[in-house]
């Protein structure tokens, strides 16, 4: 399994700002593409997720009080990042990248 199917296959989310910079995307301009999309609406002063696209697995919405009031937190999910990649021709985020961790050999002096 390549990395690309296991972040589809993954529980994790992203909230929508940072799907659209792990999208290459200026995150405002990707939240408005997926209004404009008719993937997301607005309710209780939040974006809310289609409810087909939840089905899918390519979002999620949960419910949170903020102020008293409940509002919509919705995320893509893994599957939704590499749908969206595909839809606007970038590539799907790569694997992180992780500092060198390697113990170099012990030098030894010139003699």
Do not use: I
Request: positive net charge.
């Amino acid at each position: 399994m390549d990395f690309v199917e296991a972040l589809a296959d993954s529980d994790g989310t992203w909230g929508l700002r940072a799907a659209g910079k792990a999208l290459h995307q200026p995150p405002n301009k990707f939240v408005a593409w997926l209004r404009e999309r008719g993937d997301l609406y607005d309710l209780n002063g939040g974006p809310v997720a289609k409810e087909a696209l939840v089905k899918r697995g390519l979002l999620t919405v949960a419910w949170e009080m903020h102020g008293g009031k409940p509002r919509p937190t919705t995320k893509v999910t893994g599957k939704g990042v590499v749908h969206y990649a595909r839809a606007l021709g970038v590539r799907p985020p790569g694997r992180p990248h992780r500092a060198s961790c390697r113990a170099s050999a012990p030098r030894t002096p010139n003699r």
